[in-house]
């Protein structure tokens, strides 16, 4: 699976490049984007969750027909062509169907590496490989995030746009580590015989354990999602240089790389649903702490309980990810992790939207009831999960 972690990894990494600087890229300036210029930018941002959203159920159900090199050949490829597409206009509009074309493409990589993964991992190391490949994904994106910021401190602004073209190019060198894999490892067996039945596609997104594995990322994408738009600008308008936001969120990625197998393996010893609970209470610390954030600024005492609180949140990823694929073993693959990225797109298409607007409207007040409800829904569906699992402890065989 080395083809297909590298590939995911320079991906993410092409991604969250022209992520960190879309917004200025738009506006015309790094730093004091008004709360009408956050609007446009959040739009024309959610575009991509949008196409991801509305295409990712039907790119895993392909990966499950017609295999998984195909459909993880064909999105890489078309995100090339898209970021480089990017690099010519900053019209919004045109920016924005660029965006959503960005979606599809990201959903159909997803949905695809995800399979290659629960292909090969078993019962007793699901954990450990699902967070293996979550650590290459955050790392690429957060990594990404890192150096965009970091050359909106020393970039002239019309260089922008040579970003995009960088960011193309390393999708582009994702290409043949992806096309290695398909060789050699499990993309290169035939696909099975699973038809295109469309009912049987929602009736798994709707499925009430899928539903309980899931749900709970699509309230943490609700703050990843205001996370992407305001991190940057937040930051700068606090007087944070954009090099020195690069170097916080570059610690945070390595952390990610050393974390994240390690949870795995621990979801695979002591069970998905503990290490999902821990990573709840870490949410919930990060949560509160970005709160008190967007009202008081940068105090260090938060800054402390955000980073303190984020370790722990790292231990949800992997172990929902093996828990989806664990449900994954009696109903169609791919489709089935193709939900994770349709919560998550999902996720990040609402918040977006919703902080953005209660942000416009009513400033640090609309983020804090904000982020106080994403933790009570968050609170809530991890108690859901519990009495579900109590439920078939208890009934008869």
């Given at each position: 699976m080395r083809g297909v972690f590298g590939a995911t990894l320079l991906v993410r990494f092409g991604f969250g490049l022209t992520v960190a600087v879309f917004a200025s890229y738009i506006v015309?300036?790094?730093?004091?984007?008004?709360?009408?210029?956050?609007?446009?930018v959040g739009l024309v941002g959610a575009m991509a969750p949008v196409g991801e959203f509305t295409t990712v159920l039907l790119s895993g159900a392909a990966a499950d027909r017609v295999g998984r090199f195909p459909v993880l050949l064909a999105g890489v490829a078309a995100a090339a062509t898209l970021l480089a597409l990017a690099a010519l206009t900053r019209d919004p509009l045109w920016l924005g169907g660029i965006n959503l074309g960005f979606g599809v493409a990201s959903g159909a990589i997803l949905a695809s590496s995800l399979a290659v993964v629960a292909d090969e991992a078993g019962t007793g190391e699901r954990g450990y490989e699902m967070g293996r490949f979550d650590a290459v994904n955050?790392?690429?994106?957060?990594?990404?995030?890192?150096?965009?910021?970091?050359?909106?401190?020393?970039?002239?602004?019309?260089?922008?746009?040579?970003?995009?073209?960088?960011?193309?190019?390393?999708?582009?060198?994702?290409?043949?580590?992806?096309?290695?894999?398909?060789r050699v490892g499990p993309l290169s067996k035939a696909p099975p015989a699973v038809a295109f039945?469309?009912?049987?596609?929602?009736?798994?997104?709707?499925?009430?354990?899928?539903?309980?594995?899931?749900?709970?990322?699509?309230?943490?994408?609700?703050?990843?999602?205001?996370?992407?738009?305001?991190?940057?600008?937040?930051?700068?308008?606090?007087?944070?240089?954009?090099?020195?936001?690069?170097?916080?969120?570059?610690?945070?990625?390595?952390?990610?790389?050393?974390?994240?197998?390690?949870?795995?393996?621990?979801?695979?010893?002591?069970?998905?649903?503990?290490?999902?609970?821990?990573?709840?209470?870490?949410?919930?610390?990060?949560?509160?702490?970005?709160?008190?954030?967007?009202?008081?600024?940068?105090?260090?005492?938060?800054?402390?309980?955000?980073?303190?609180?984020?370790?722990?949140?790292?231990?949800?990823?992997?172990?929902?990810?093996?828990?989806?694929a664990d449900l994954a073993q009696t109903?169609?693959?791919?489709?089935?992790?193709?939900?994770?990225?349709?919560?998550?797109?999902?996720?990040?298409?609402?918040?977006?939207?919703?902080?953005?607007?209660?942000?416009?409207?009513?400033?640090?007040?609309?983020?804090?009831?904000?982020?106080?409800?994403?933790?009570?829904?968050l609170v809530a569906l991890t108690l859901g999960r519990y009495r579900q699992l109590s439920r078939a402890r208890t009934s008869p065989a």
């Open positions: 015309g300036r790094s730093s004091g984007i008004d709360a009408s210029a956050v609007g446009t955050l790392l690429g994106w957060i990594g990404g995030f890192a150096v965009g910021f970091g050359l909106l401190d020393t970039l002239p602004h019309r260089a922008l746009s040579d970003l995009f073209l960088a960011g193309a190019a390393l999708l582009a060198l994702g290409l043949p580590l992806a096309y290695q894999s398909s039945d469309l009912p049987k596609i929602l009736r798994t997104v709707v499925r009430r354990d899928v539903l309980a594995v899931t749900l709970p990322w699509l309230v943490i994408y609700l703050l990843l999602g205001t996370v992407f738009v305001f991190l940057g600008t937040a930051a700068t308008g606090a007087g944070v240089r954009p090099i020195y936001l690069a170097g916080i969120i570059g610690v945070g990625g390595l952390l990610l790389l050393l974390t994240q197998p390690s949870f795995g393996r621990l979801a695979d010893r002591y069970g998905r649903f503990r290490m999902m609970v821990i990573g709840t209470v870490g949410f919930v610390g990060v949560l509160t702490g970005a709160g008190l954030l967007a009202r008081y600024g940068a105090v260090p005492a938060l800054l402390v309980l955000v980073g303190v609180s984020a370790v722990p949140a790292l231990a949800y990823g992997p172990a929902a990810l093996a828990a989806l109903i169609p693959r791919a489709t089935t992790m193709a939900v994770y990225s349709l919560v998550i797109s999902l996720g990040m298409l609402v918040g977006l939207l919703v902080s953005t607007q209660l942000y416009g409207r009513f400033g640090a007040d609309g983020l804090d009831a904000y982020f106080a409800g994403i933790a009570v829904a």
